[in-house]
């Protein structure tokens, strides 16, 4: 819909121009500009880290919301807030003391956002919920873009919504998301879709603006 938040994962970008990449998918109607962190431990794959989020950094004013998938954590947020990420998403499975973890974000400035694959539970971060700004709620198994939406993911969506209550916490969708999954977990309460595959498709600035307004208008 009109206020849902559109967070393209750079992931699926052409990474040769990624500096490009990310002004034309804004120029196309993202809101915030999601990045894919993995360290080829905690997920099967390896992507970027600190230096290529700063080198993006000055590409554009919007949100950068940094999802890592690393384990440990700890020592690198502060790095990842240097490199000028808003919002930092730990998983709640790759840190042992994830209110530790969550505190120190916010320490450093920062917003601070947890992570569930699809198998974990939402009760995880029933004692967290005053630390956090932010769910993000895998309907993949991290690791790839491209892969097929969990649907089972839906009724966690419905639950994390009726246990953040009124408190001011952004509910996020990763994996999965196309114009015909979006409308699922928006109405469940999600408010904010990430899209790899489904926005970078096409490889054009004119695509990008056609692949984000199709989910944006689903
Ligand atoms: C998966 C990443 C996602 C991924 C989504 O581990 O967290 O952000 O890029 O890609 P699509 O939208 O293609 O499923
Ligand atoms: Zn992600």
């Known amino acids: 819909s009109e206020k849902t938040i559109i967070a393209p994962s750079v992931l699926s970008a052409d990474f040769s121009r990624l500096g490009g990449e990310v002004e034309a998918v804004c120029r196309a109607g993202a809101d915030w500009i999601h990045l894919d962190v993995m360290d080829g431990h905690f997920v099967p794959n390896i992507t970027f880290g600190p230096p290529v989020i700063k080198a993006i950094r000055n590409r554009t004013d919007k949100v950068f919301d940094c999802h890592l998938m690393i384990a440990p954590a700890d020592p690198f947020l502060g790095a990842f807030a240097d490199a000028g990420c808003d919002i930092i998403t ?129």
Do not use: W
């Not at 509910?171 to 926005?199: H, M």
């Open 90 to 218: 730990v998983h709640a499975e790759a840190t042992t003391h994830l209110d530790r973890s969550l505190q120190a974000i916010r320490d450093l400035g920062k917003k601070a956002g947890v992570s569930l694959n699809p198998s974990t539970p939402e009760s995880v971060i029933e004692y967290v919920l005053d630390r956090l700004d932010l769910i993000l709620l895998m309907t993949v198994n991290p690791g790839f873009g491209g892969q097929a939406f969990i649907p089972s993911v839906v009724e966690k969506v419905r639950r994390v919504k009726s246990m953040i209550g009124n408190r001011p916490i952004h509910i996020e969708i990763d994996g999965g998301v196309t114009p015909e999954t979006a409308p699922l977990v928006a109405a469940a309460g999600a408010d904010v879709l990430v899209a790899g595959s489904a926005v970078f498709k096409g490889g054009s600035e004119e695509a990008y603006v056609r692949n984000i307004a199709a989910i944006r208008g689903a």
